[in-house]
């Protein structure tokens, strides 16, 4: 069985019902349960670079979706912000500076 990614806990009370509770704003209370930014951007890196793993691998996009627990999307995305990230060409790009044109054909 693959290692999963931590299941978060749902939330079972809006931020607008805790505040009321509690005597404070909505918007305070999204920021004290917020994740924080470099919690966020360390997980993120993490995700990215095992999609990376998957797929020189060799597994498919499907197969990376379903070990990370994610859609074929989200996994395109992953390995679309991870070369650029590490400033690997994106494949397919630049084709029309590689082509020649039609005779008679401007290039453009």
Do not use: F, W
């Not at 060409?89 to 008679?104: A, F, H, L, V, Y």
């Amino acid at each position: 069985m693959s290692k999963r990614e931590p299941v978060r806990q749902r939330r079972t009370r809006t931020a607008r019902e805790l505040a009321e509770e509690h005597g404070v704003s909505p918007r305070y209370i999204r920021r004290v349960v917020a994740e924080s930014r470099e919690d966020y951007e360390g997980r993120a890196a993490v995700r990215r670079e095992r999609a990376a793993a998957l797929r020189s691998e060799g597994k498919t996009y499907r197969e990376i979706a379903d070990e990370l627990n994610c859609s074929t999307g989200t996994v395109g995305r992953l390995l679309h912000e991870h070369r650029e990230r590490s400033g690997i060409p994106q494949p397919g790009r630049g084709r029309r500076n590689t082509t020649t044109p039609m005779p008679g054909k401007a290039a453009s």
